[in-house]
């Protein structure tokens, strides 16, 4: 019997009705497991993931395989991204044994949930030197039959090895200036000065690195961050992994020139690119930036935001090709020179085939391109035809089978989103937006919170998840109340915000070393608690609460708060250092704790003059109150007037004040 039915996961209920008897992760399947004396196939992925529906398709909705699954194991879906905990510890085990990982992630269990054997994607028949799916599942079987001392030995070694990898983590022992330009100096090193970016192909939006880079240029001035933050941003913003129809950006780019996307659209990414398109006008004016940051905010709320308020997790990469009705990575998004010129007619589509790249051989596949914007030479246009051209085409691609939406509401992602919108609402004068980030937020507390303020990890159409919420959710969550209460100067969000930070200090902080755990200690017990400080897609748990922490702080003068937050920066001069591409988060935390970071109050208006200056400020990680005089909704606002009758701003710098100015332009230097 299938048991997924019912599930709040857009990805299970994807499998709900394959032939398969799928169990979620629960207790009840184990036990199940160790009834029949089987082992336990994990199977994870997620909603967006190419490769987790072909496998689907070739082996899940197989009858025959199917029918071998069943009768040899108990069958555990889990999507990862409702279970992240879940997920971390068995990718870690796939990965030590196998030096790689990725989704769909298949791994088989002892009944005490022990791995023992380990794999990714399986084809349904040898293929490129893989053994195919049946065989891997008439092995295992044969093995557990045949050699159960063998395999339990094996599954103990694991479980032993993974519990002895240990964190060098010294608490007391904060990054500096030193850590910081090494940090720089690496990323330099794996610098692509020809295409921007980091590495080479598949190559992926480093989001995180540009805010460090943005912060570390605010702070010191130096030319060299600033311009590569600038140059990869305008590289994306170029290229076909920026849609540059609908707006936002893809997951990552399979080549290194930004050229073909992987199609799916996930909501972190697209928030922390929001948010850092957003910083990169803040510190220079670029107009491509402040284009990019409104359209990705504009595709967040016009393609993602849920009848609840929320925002989904992602769009697949997958849509139905009009012309084979076949699922076909990529048919939303691509053109031909003749589908251009069947919208727009021969003189707008010679048009459109310069400047958005298009050729006749095709970027992608099957003669079809990726819309790009590159510097061509001659290329020449008036505003108007181009975006009547744009128009036009988005127009078309509306009419097309769109990719599915995998509509769940992860909390820590909506929380992303919010700093996102409600900056980019308040520096471009967009009220819409922080109505949308006020919206979201509304709907984390009044679902995903319960009367203790704990938070749940997902919801789906209004009905919330059974799982917990990890660090990430709280430190992510908190990070975008902390920003609503900057642009909102409502309290409300600030003390929201202190409720989860408090759950941090007393559920995820090892009180004797200052690390930081991804789950809670009273979470459910899986065979190691997952422990990981970087930073990969979105901000780790780790550094993600060091951030949310040292602003709470700084908002607050909460002691205990800025102690945990220097002391999980730890990590980040172990590691900076050495391997920055994966810490640029933390990095942008240890560039704001090195600042001050500074504090704002401004007292005597919300959005006005002074306040929207004080949030323009580049310093790093700077907060911002702001309030009628003698408002007591947020603490930095308390013992200050204003200065003759006018609002007037307060700017507050490692125990220094500097005197209250009433000038806009004063304020901005004081935060330069």
Not at 2 to 15: D, E, F, I, K, M
Not at 40 to 66: I, K, P, Q
Not at 262 to 271: G, P, V
Not at 284 to 310: C, K, N, P, Q
Request: aromatic share 8%; glycine share 10%; with cysteine.
């Amino acid at each position: 019997m299938n048991r997924l039915a019912g599930v709040t996961s857009p990805y299970l209920l994807q499998h709900a009705d394959n032939p398969v008897d799928w169990w979620p992760w629960t207790p009840e399947a184990f036990e199940e497991a160790r009834r029949r004396d089987v082992p336990v196939l994990l199977s994870v992925g997620y909603s967006a993931c190419h490769w987790c529906h072909v496998m689907a398709h070739e082996s899940f909705e197989d009858a025959a395989t199917a029918a071998l699954m069943n009768e040899k194991f108990v069958n555990v879906k889990v999507d990862r991204e409702e279970r992240p905990d879940v997920d971390a510890v068995y990718m870690e085990a796939v990965q030590a044994a196998t030096g790689q990982g990725g989704w769909p992630m298949t791994v088989f269990l002892t009944p005490d949930a022990e791995p023992f054997y380990f794999g990714t994607y399986f084809p349904p028949e040898p293929r490129h030197g893989m053994p195919s799916f049946p065989q891997v599942l008439d092995g295992v079987h044969r093995a557990w039959t045949d050699r159960r001392g063998e395999v339990a030995e094996v599954a103990g070694k694991i479980v032993r090895d993974l519990g002895e990898r240990q964190l060098t983590h010294n608490a007391d022992d904060k990054p500096g200036e030193d850590e910081l330009a090494q940090a720089l100096l690496g990323l330099t090193r794996d610098y692509d000065a020809t295409h921007g970016g980091f590495g080479g192909a598949p190559k992926f939006p480093p989001s995180m690195a540009i805010e460090f880079l943005l912060r570390h240029y605010a702070r010191t001035g130096a030319e060299g961050a600033l311009q590569m933050a600038a140059d990869t941003c305008e590289r994306m913003a170029r290229g076909g992994i920026y849609d540059q129809l609908g707006g936002g950006f893809a997951r990552y780019s399979v080549d290194r020139e930004w050229v073909v996307p992987h199609f799916e659209k996930m909501l972190y990414d697209n928030a922390l690119l929001c948010r850092a398109y957003a910083h990169l006008w803040r510190a220079t004016g670029s107009d491509l930036a402040r284009r990019v940051a409104l359209e990705t905010a504009d595709f967040m709320v016009r393609e993602l935001r849920t009848h609840e308020g929320g925002f989904a997790s992602a769009l697949d990469a997958d849509s139905e090709d009009p012309a084979t009705g076949a699922h076909v990575e990529g048919a939303y998004y691509v053109w031909t020179p003749a589908q251009l010129r069947e919208v727009l007619g021969e003189g707008d589509a010679e048009l459109a085939i310069d400047w958005y790249g298009v050729t006749e051989e095709g970027t992608f596949e099957e003669g079809a391109s990726v819309l790009q914007l590159p510097q061509v030479e001659g290329v020449v246009a008036d505003s108007v035809r181009l975006a009547s051209i744009r128009e036009r085409l988005l127009a078309a691609r509306v009419e097309r089978p769109a990719p599915g939406r995998d509509d769940k509401v992860v909390a820590a992602w909506n929380g992303l989103a919010i700093a996102a919108l409600a900056e980019v609402g308040a520096y471009f004068d967009r009220p819409d937006l922080i109505a949308a980030a006020v919206g979201a937020g509304d709907l984390l507390v009044r679902l995903h919170m319960d009367a203790r303020a704990r938070l749940a990890r997902t919801s789906k159409d209004g009905q919330v998840g059974a799982n917990s919420g990890v660090l990430e959710d709280y430190a992510d969550v908190a990070e975008g109340f902390l920003a609503l209460a900057s642009v909102t100067g409502e309290g409300v969000w600030l003390e929201f915000a202190g409720f989860l930070l408090d759950h941090v200090l007393a559920q995820f902080v090892e009180v004797e070393s200052g690390a930081l755990f991804d789950t809670a200690a009273d979470a459910e017990q899986l065979i190691r608690r997952p422990q990981d400080p970087t930073d990969n897609a979105a901000p780790s748990g780790w550094t993600a609460a060091a951030g949310a922490l040292l602003s709470y702080a700084a908002q607050t003068g909460a002691e205990p708060h800025r102690t945990a937050a220097e002391r999980a920066l730890g990590i980040v001069k172990a590691l900076g250092p050495r391997v920055p591409r994966f810490i640029g988060h933390g990095l942008a935390v240890a560039e704001a704790a090195l600042d001050g970071p500074r504090e704002v109050a401004v007292v005597g208006e919300v959005l006005g003059d002074l306040h929207r200056t004080a949030l323009l400020g580049a310093a790093p990680g700077a907060v911002v109150a702001a309030g009628a005089e003698g408002s007591d909704e947020l603490p930095l606002l308390a013992d200050r007037p204003l200065v003759d009758g006018r609002p007037a701003a307060y700017v507050c710098r490692s125990f220094v004040c500097a005197a209250p100015t009433t000038d806009p332009a004063e304020l901005a230097r004081l935060l330069s």
